[in-house]
């Protein structure tokens, strides 16, 4: 894993430190609670700074973790796209959001679909049992 070089990370309460000289984490196992989560051990000190986030928070925003990288590369893109949306024409971007809408839309439908399939049943209708977001059933006589 790697650091990213330079980056503040907030260790809570006010307490930042730079991600490269942070050397180690550690969890608090004894005492653990609100304001005392994780040991961070510092290039240059003898003695840890208590933290009041997870180890797993701290690698995040240190950019160690596998996950915060792609995080970190999808908030760029989406601050690009937000840039680059608002050099468009008025009618383009109308037609943009109306086709990301859409879009949306048919995402859910399958989404419910298949958590329908899998027998999550989550919007199941109470007087028949089915899907009714999704199959548009109103409790009619064929569906039970």
């Avoid at 995040?60 to 690009?80: K, V, W, Y």
């Avoid at 048919?106 to 028949?128: D, I, N, T, W, Y």
């Amino acid at each position: 894993m790697d650091v990213k070089r330079g980056r503040m990370v907030f260790l809570g309460y006010g307490k930042y430190w730079r991600s490269d000289r942070i050397l180690g984490l550690t969890p608090i196992e004894q005492g653990r609670g609100p304001g005392q989560r994780t040991n961070v051990f510092i290039e240059g000190q003898s003695e840890p700074i208590v933290a009041s986030r997870s180890e797993q928070a701290i690698l995040e925003d240190m950019g160690a973790s596998d996950d915060s990288f792609q995080q970190e590369a999808l908030r760029h893109a989406t601050r690009e796209l937000l840039e680059a949306f608002h050099e468009f024409s008025p009618v383009l971007r109308r037609e943009l959001v109306e086709r990301l809408e859409q879009l949306a839309g048919r995402m859910a439908q399958r989404f419910l679909l298949e958590a329908v399939v899998a027998g999550a049943h989550v919007f199941s209708s109470p007087r028949c049992g089915s899907a009714s977001a999704i199959t548009g059933c109103a409790g009619s006589s064929s569906c039970t």
